[in-house]
């Protein structure tokens, strides 16, 4: 018998009735290099195993819908569920009740989206070309303009750790001069370490969410708690997942 999975519960403002979190290495079957609860069915993990950690995924946290795994692209597409579910997309959007987003991460950015009525919710897979090249704010317009938007930044790579190129920062500054605040020179010349907490708030903060909370993992150093992609390379994936209760 395992243990159980240990998840990150979003902590934020918003009704009872919507849930969030991003799970954890920790709790599942998997064995080495994805050892624990690897959610990802396309990393090179055994198909048992992860069909196994999703199965208890489902149990553990009383999952109320099936989830739509999307296959995800670094793109700005977005999956507006239950009927729009197309082979590529890097977010999804829900209006009805029990109807599950997800998105599956290992440094790249998850961030979840809600009304303050939590009659909406979203969830979003920002890697940096997708960030950069705006699948926030394509999800953001799936909300209309009177709805105020309350968003929670899952774990991701930390600031002191995600090493870029030159042509990375700018390619945010193109788009956003205030990108420049977002990144600090490394010691490694021609490299910067870029934020992707600070660069989402900034894209968040344009389309009028201010209301932003998380933000305070980093998936590279915590390696006990997170699967990450740019310290391990062949490793598991973690989900982020939001929905609203009946």
């Given at each position: 018998?395992?243990?159980?999975?240990?998840?990150?519960?979003?902590s934020?403002?918003?009704?009872?009735?919507?849930?969030?979190?991003?799970?954890?290495?920790?709790?599942?079957?998997?064995?080495?290099?994805?050892?624990?609860?690897?959610?990802?069915?396309?990393?090179?993990?055994?198909?048992?195993?992860?069909?196994?950690n999703?199965?208890?995924?489902?149990?553990?946290?009383?999952?109320?819908?099936?989830?739509?795994?999307?296959?995800?692209?670094?793109?700005?597409?977005?999956?507006?569920?239950?009927?729009?579910?197309?082979?590529?997309?890097?977010?999804?959007?829900?209006?009805?009740?029990?109807?599950?987003?997800?998105?599956?991460?290992?440094?790249?950015?998850?961030?979840?989206?809600?009304?303050?009525?939590?009659?909406?919710?979203?969830?979003?897979?920002?890697?940096?070309?997708?960030?950069?090249?705006?699948?926030?704010?394509?999800?953001?317009?799936?909300?209309?303009?009177?709805?105020?938007?309350?968003?929670?930044?899952?774990?991701?790579?930390?600031?002191?750790?995600?090493?870029?190129?030159?042509?990375?920062?700018?390619?945010?500054?193109?788009?956003m001069?205030?990108?420049?605040?977002?990144?600090?020179?490394?010691?490694n010349?021609?490299?910067?370490?870029?934020?992707?907490?600070?660069?989402?708030?900034?894209?968040?903060?344009?389309c009028?969410?201010?209301?932003?909370?998380?933000?305070?993992?980093?998936?590279?150093?915590?390696?006990?708690?997170f699967?990450s992609?740019?310290?391990?390379?062949?490793?598991?994936?973690?989900?982020?997942?939001?929905?609203?209760?009946?």
């Amino acid at each position: 018998m395992t243990a159980k999975a240990k998840v990150i519960e979003a902590s934020w403002p918003v009704p009872k009735h919507v849930r969030a979190f991003t799970t954890t290495r920790q709790g599942g079957v998997s064995e080495q290099p994805y050892s624990g609860f690897n959610l990802g069915a396309h990393v090179g993990d055994s198909a048992d195993f992860v069909a196994k950690n999703r199965a208890k995924l489902v149990e553990q946290f009383s999952i109320p819908n099936p989830i739509v795994w999307l296959n995800q692209t670094h793109s700005t597409s977005v999956a507006v569920l239950p009927n729009d579910i197309p082979h590529e997309a890097d977010a999804s959007v829900a209006s009805s009740p029990v109807q599950v987003c997800a998105v599956l991460t290992a440094d790249c950015l998850p961030v979840v989206l809600t009304n303050v009525s939590g009659t909406r919710v979203a969830v979003v897979h920002a890697g940096w070309r997708g960030l950069c090249q705006g699948v926030i704010e394509e999800t953001l317009s799936q909300f209309s303009q009177e709805e105020q938007v309350i968003a929670w930044l899952g774990p991701a790579i930390g600031p002191n750790a995600f090493e870029v190129g030159e042509e990375v920062r700018v390619a945010f500054i193109q788009k956003m001069q205030s990108a420049e605040r977002a990144f600090k020179p490394s010691i490694n010349a021609g490299k910067w370490f870029g934020n992707l907490y600070e660069l989402a708030k900034q894209r968040l903060n344009t389309c009028g969410v201010f209301d932003v909370y998380g933000g305070d993992h980093c998936t590279f150093s915590e390696e006990d708690l997170f699967y990450s992609y740019r310290r391990d390379g062949v490793t598991g994936r973690m989900a982020t997942l939001v929905w609203m209760e009946r």
